[in-house]
């Protein structure tokens, strides 16, 4: 869910830090464009230590501790730079994927309700505020989410997590207008395929189902091998 960083240059045009941190931070981009996040949160480290105040080189560190999985730590410098840029959605949007990521929807669904407050054309918080409530199995509130998500960014995967939602509330025909959707979109969509075919299935349409679910396997969902052996037996 890395979102655009180029509010995060201005905080970089904005403010006046001293070259060197400036340095440090630019340092560390260009490991973490290297995958060396390791060694970029070491300069961003360093950038820390000579301006605390330096909300860029929070925001970097935020992102590479996400890059290696360190959540708990990703949060803690996210919420540091909330307390410094209290204004700005995208840190909010950020921090509710790293709370979904630590499984704590509630403050997921709190910080995307700020981003969406702040900027209502965040397609990315619709989406994963639609993926938090979807978890925490409200598909009734996740639906319109979903929604604003395709009318934003109507992209093969909004389509397709929507007609999720849909199947799980039993709408399998509008699901199924939305896998196909989302497939004529990226017609490699390997789990497009493979929940089209349980909305197919409770659809009565036993052989497209398997259809869909042979084709998924071929593309490299695994898991659509157990349900052949298990709905698809003559």
Same mark, same amino acid.
């Given at each position: ?8 240059? &201005? +905080?970089?045009?904005?403010? &006046? !830090? &001293? ?9 560390? /981009? ?27 080189? !929070? ?40 709370? +979904? ?7 997921? /669904? ?35 989410? $979903? ?11 909004? !389509? ?28 490699? $969509? ?7 075919? !349980? ?18 396997? /071929? ?16």
């Amino acid at each position: 869910m890395k979102k655009s960083i180029l509010f995060l240059l &201005s +905080f970089l045009a904005c403010n &006046s !830090y &001293s070259q060197t941190a400036q340095e440090y931070l630019t340092q560390g /981009i260009e490991k973490a464009k290297l995958r060396d996040y390791k060694n970029a949160i070491l300069d961003y480290d360093k950038a820390l230590e000579l301006d605390s105040l330096y909300s860029a080189a !929070y925001f970097y560190r935020a992102d590479a501790k996400v890059q290696l999985q360190d959540n708990k730590e990703a949060l803690k410098d996210f919420n540091t730079l909330i307390k410094l840029n209290p204004n700005v959605p995208d840190v909010y949007s950020y921090r509710g994927y790293v709370q +979904f990521l630590l499984e704590d929807l509630k403050g997921a /669904i709190s910080d995307f309700d700020r981003a969406i407050s702040m900027n209502p054309k965040d397609s990315e918080a619709f989406f994963y505020r639609g993926y938090s409530k979807m978890y925490a199995e409200d598909f009734e509130g996740a639906l319109p989410d $979903f929604d604003k998500a395709v009318e934003l960014d109507p992209t093969a995967r909004n !389509y397709n997590s929507r007609g999720i939602v849909k199947d799980r509330l039993k709408k399998y025909k509008d699901a199924v207008e939305d896998f196909n959707q989302a497939l004529k979109l990226d017609p490699g $969509f390997a789990h497009a395929y493979f929940v089209r075919g !349980y909305s197919r299935y409770n659809l009565y349409e036993r052989k497209e189902a398997c259809s869909d679910w042979i084709v998924s396997l /071929i593309l490299g969902k695994q898991e659509a091998g157990e349900v052949i052996k298990q709905l698809c037996r003559e």
